[in-house]
Nanobody, 124 residues
Framework: QVQLVESGGGLVQAGGSLRLSCAASGRTFSRYAMGWFRQAPGKEREFVAVSGGSTVYADSVKGRFTISRDNAKNTVYLQMDSLKPEDTAVYYC????????????????????WGQGTQVTVSS
C-alpha cells in the first residue's frame, strides 16, 4: 500500500501562484511515477502533469505549471504560476509503479494510488 498526502491548495487571485505538494509513504521502494490530475465542478477528472521516465504536461498548463520531485522525500511538487479561474479544481496526486525501465507514464496510464485531493480556487 502507498499513502499519498497532498497539501498546498488554497485561494489565489488570477495571475498568482501556488505550489502543491504530495508526499508518498508506504511501499515506495520500487521505481514509480507521480503526477497530478484535477477535477472541476461538473467536469470529469483530467490529467495535469506526471513525472516518470520523463515529464508530461497537459496542453492547458504547459508553460505555466512545473512538476518536480524530491526522491529522497518521496515527494512530488506542482508549481502553478499565472493561474487562471479555469484552473479552479480539486487537485489529486497520483502514483504509479513503473512497469519498465523507461517508466513511460502519461494521461492514459492506469494509476495505482490516489490522494484525497486539495482544493485550488482561482478568483478573477
Amino acid at each position: 500500500q502507498v499513502q499519498l498526502v497532498e497539501s498546498g491548495g488554497g485561494l489565489v487571485q488570477a495571475g498568482g501562484s501556488l505550489r502543491l505538494s504530495c508526499a508518498a509513504s508506504g511501499r515506495t521502494f520500487s521505481r514509480y511515477a507521480m503526477g497530478w490530475f484535477r477535477q472541476a465542478p461538473g467536469k470529469e477528472r483530467e490529467f495535469v502533469a506526471v513525472s516518470g521516465g520523463s515529464t508530461v504536461y497537459a496542453d492547458s498548463v504547459k508553460g505555466r505549471f512545473t512538476i518536480s520531485r524530491d526522491n529522497a522525500k518521496n515527494t512530488v511538487y506542482l508549481q502553478m504560476d499565472s493561474l487562471k479561474p479555469e484552473d479552479t479544481a480539486v487537485y489529486y496526486c497520483a502514483f504509479k509503479y513503473c512497469l519498465g525501465y523507461a517508466c513511460s507514464v502519461g494521461p492514459q496510464s492506469v494509476y495505482d494510488y490516489w490522494g484525497q485531493g486539495t482544493q485550488v480556487t482561482v478568483s478573477s
